[in-house]
C-alpha cells in the first residue's frame, strides 16, 4: 500500500536521477507503491524543488488526497496535550501511551499498540507543521555561536570604519533568539554575551552548545575529553550547565543556532543596511528591536511565535539564574611564591601561606579580586590594589609563620638595616631615596645594596660604601658596590679609576697583567 510508503524519499531518490527499480530495491519498498508515488506526482506537478520545503505528511496528501482516512475504533489521545507533555524533562511517548492506556481501560474503551500512538503522534506533528519533540526539549539546551556576517560602527570624528561582530544565541526548542553586539571575539567578549544571554533569557539551562572557539574550547580530540579554556568552564559551572561542543566540521551539530545565524542576517544586518551607526549602545539597541521583531513574527508551519512558545512552554521550565551574574575573571599561569611569602602582580605584592615560599601558583583576576591557586586549591585571595599603585603589599595575617611577624618592607625598616651596617651604608641607601620621586621605588634598589651582607661581611659592604662616596658617583647603586668587593678594593682602601668611566669602578690595567686595552 502506498500510504506505509514515504513518498517524500522516494521524490527526493527521484530527483537524484534513481529509478523507480532502483528505489525500490535499495529502501525495501514495492515497484508498484514507488511507481504509484512517480505517476501520482507527475499528475500533480509536484516536484522536489516544491516537495523539499514540505512535511511528509503533506506531500502524501497532495498526492493521495484523502486516502488511507478511516475512523479509528480505538480511543483518541488529546494529541495537543500529548504534544505539549512531551516538551517537560523525562517525558516519554512510551510514559505518555502508558498513561493513555491507563485512561482508555478506565473508560473500558479499546486500546491503540505502541507502534500505532508514535506512528499517529508523528502523524500529528506533521500536520500541525512542528518537529517532533522527541529530539529537542523545552529548557534543557542552548546552542552559541558568533555570526560569520558583521556589522560597522563609524567614528564620526575620524571617519574610521570598526567591525562589530555578533553573538548569536538560540533555544532549540522554542526557537528564541538573543543577540549581542561586540567590537572584538575574545574570551572576554565570549564570556560576557553568555552573561547577557542568560539575564535576557530569565534563566538557565543545563547545557551550552558552542562552536569549538578556541575563546571556549582549547581541544576537541575525536577520541577522549573536551578540554575547555579555565574561564569558560567556570562560567559554566556558575550556571549550572555543562559545555558540550559541536563536533568539530559537523555544524548539523547544533542546526537551530546555524539557521539563527542565516535568519539574524536577514532580520537584523540587512535590515539595518540602511542606517549608520555611531556607538555601539545605539547598535545594540537597534539589533534588540530587530531581535524583538524575529522572535514576534507568527511561524510558516507551526502555530504561535517563537516569543509565545517561549513564554508559554519553555521559559517555565528554565532554571533559577545565580543570586549574582558569573564575574569575568583573566587567568595568569606559573607565577613564583618570593622568599617573602608574597606574589607579584601588576608590580604589587599578595601574600600566600608560607608553606607554599618557592612553589610555582596560578593567578585569577577580576574586575576586584586577586585569587591565587596551586593547582586545584585556592591558596588566597586579596583586594587588588588600585592600578596606579606600586610597590604595595596586601597580607594575610594567617598567611605568616607563627611567632613571626613578618611584614612587608617601608622606609624605617631599610634604615634601621642600615643602620646596623655603617653609617657609610646609611648615607648610600639615604641617596637611593633621595634619587626617586616615590619612596617605594627606592625599596628594591637599597635592599639590593643591603642584601650583599649576606655575601660579604657588613664590615666589608661598609668599607665599599666608604669608599664609593669618594668617588664622583653620587646616587650608587649595587653596580657600583660589587665590583668593588669582588677585586677587593675595599680592603685596600683603593680604588681603580679611569678617565672615562664614571659610572661605577672597573678593573684597571695591573688586573690584566699590564698594558692598555
Same mark, same amino acid.
Not at 479509528?72 to 500529548?82: K, Y
Not at 607579584?344 to 610555582?360: D, E, L, Q, R
Given at each position: ?11 527526493q ?18 515497484r ?21 520545503g ?33 516538551a ?14 491507563d ?5 473500558r ?10 506512528? *499517529?503522534?508523528?502523524? &500529528?506533528? =506533521? ?9 529537542? +526539549?523545552?529548557?534543557? $539546551? #542552548? @546552542? ?18 570598526s ?36 539575564e ?34 567556570? *562560567?559554566?559551572?556558575? &550556571?549550572? =550547565? ?9 555544524? +548539523?551539530?547544533?542546526? $537551530? #543556532? @546555524?539557521n ?33 521583531a524575529?522572535n514576534?513574527?507568527p ?22 539564574l ?25 608590580k ?25 591557586y ?89 668599607a ?54
Amino acid at each position: 500500500m502506498v500510504r506505509r510508503i514515504k513518498a517524500k524519499l522516494v521524490l527526493q531518490l527521484r530527483s537524484q536521477g534513481l529509478s523507480g527499480r532502483a528505489i525500490a530495491a535499495g529502501q525495501g519498498m514495492s515497484r508498484h507503491s514507488v511507481q504509484a508515488v512517480i505517476d501520482a506526482a507527475e499528475e500533480a506537478g509536484l516536484g522536489w524543488d516544491r516537495a523539499e520545503g514540505m512535511s511528509d505528511g503533506q506531500v502524501y496528501e497532495v498526492l493521495f488526497p484523502g486516502r488511507g482516512v478511516r475512523e479509528s475504533v480505538f480511543a483518541q489521545p488529546d494529541w495537543g496535550r500529548v504534544h505539549r507533555e512531551l516538551a517537560r524533562v523525562g517525558v516519554t511517548l512510551r510514559l505518555l501511551h502508558q498513561e493513555y492506556a491507563d485512561a482508555a481501560v478506565r473508560d473500558r474503551q479499546p486500546v491503540m499498540s505502541y507502534d500505532r500512538f508514535c506512528r *499517529l503522534y508523528a502523524d &500529528y506533528a =506533521a500536520v500541525l507543521g512542528a518537529s517532533s519533540r522527541v529530539g529537542h +526539549k523545552a529548557g534543557r $539546551s #542552548v @546552542e552559541v555561536d558568533w555570526s560569520g556576517p558583521t556589522m560597522e560602527l563609524l567614528d564620526p570624528t575620524t571617519g574610521e570604519v570598526s567591525k562589530v561582530y555578533l553573538f548569536v544565541a538560540c533555544l532549540p526548542f522554542s526557537r528564541f533568539a538573543f543577540v549581542q553586539a561586540s567590537l572584538d571575539m575574545r574570551q572576554e567578549a565570549w564570556l560576557r554575551a553568555h552573561v547577557a544571554m542568560f539575564e535576557f533569557f530569565g534563566g538557565t539551562v543545563p547545557r551550552i552548545v558552542p562552536d569549538n572557539l578556541k575563546t571556549g574550547v582549547i581541544s576537541h580530540p575525536r577520541e577522549g575529553e573536551v578540554v575547555l579554556n579555565d574561564a569558560y568552564r567556570e *562560567l559554566a559551572g556558575h &550556571y549550572s =550547565a555543562a559545555v558540550l561542543p559541536g563536533r568539530v566540521r559537523h555544524p +548539523k551539530d547544533k542546526p $537551530s #543556532v @546555524e539557521n539563527t545565524v542565516a535568519h539574524v542576517a536577514t532580520w537584523v544586518i540587512a535590515g539595518l543596511r540602511s542606517e549608520t551607526f555611531t556607538t555601539l549602545s545605539g547598535l545594540q539597541a537597534r539589533i534588540r528591536e530587530r531581535v524583538d521583531a524575529y522572535n514576534t513574527t507568527p511561524f510558516q508551519k507551526r502555530e504561535g511565535s517563537r516569543r509565545s512558545v517561549f513564554a508559554s512552554e519553555e521559559r517555565p521550565l528554565l532554571g533559577t539564574l545565580p543570586a549574582a551574574p558569573f564575574e569575568i575573571s583573566q587567568w595568569v599561569y606559573g607565577r613564583k611564591v618570593g622568599r617573602n611569602g608574597h606574589v607579584v602582580w601588576s608590580k604589587n605584592y599578595y601574600s600566600v601561606p608560607f608553606a607554599h615560599i618557592g612553589a610555582k601558583v596560578d593567578l585569577r583576576l577580576t574586575q576586584s579580586m586577586i585569587e591565587i591557586y596551586r593547582g586545584d586549591e585556592r591558596l588566597a585571595s586579596h583586594l587588588l590594589l588600585p592600578s596606579n599603585t606600586s610597590n604595595k603589599y596586601r597580607t594575610n595575617d594567617a598567611d605568616l609563620p607563627e611567632g613571626r611577624g613578618w611584614q612587608p618592607w617601608d622606609r624605617t625598616r631599610i634604615d634601621a638595616w642600615a643602620d646596623r651596617v655603617g653609617p657609610a651604608t646609611k648615607t648610600v641607601t639615604d641617596r637611593v631615596f633621595e634619587s626617586v620621586p616615590i619612596a617605594e621605588q627606592a625599596h628594591d634598589p637599597a635592599l639590593a645594596i643591603l642584601r650583599l651582607t649576606r655575601r660579604f661581611s657588613p664590615a666589608r659592604v661598609e668599607a665599599a660604601c666608604q669608599l664609593a662616596l669618594r668617588g664622583p658617583v653620587r646616587n650608587i647603586r649595587y653596580a657600583h658596590l660589587r665590583p668593588i668587593l669582588d677585586t677587593g678594593q675595599d680592603k685596600t682602601g683603593q680604588s681603580v679609576e679611569t678617565a672615562d668611566e664614571v659610572g661605577g669602578y672597573v678593573r684597571g690595567s695591573d688586573y690584566y697583567a699590564g698594558g692598555t686595552r
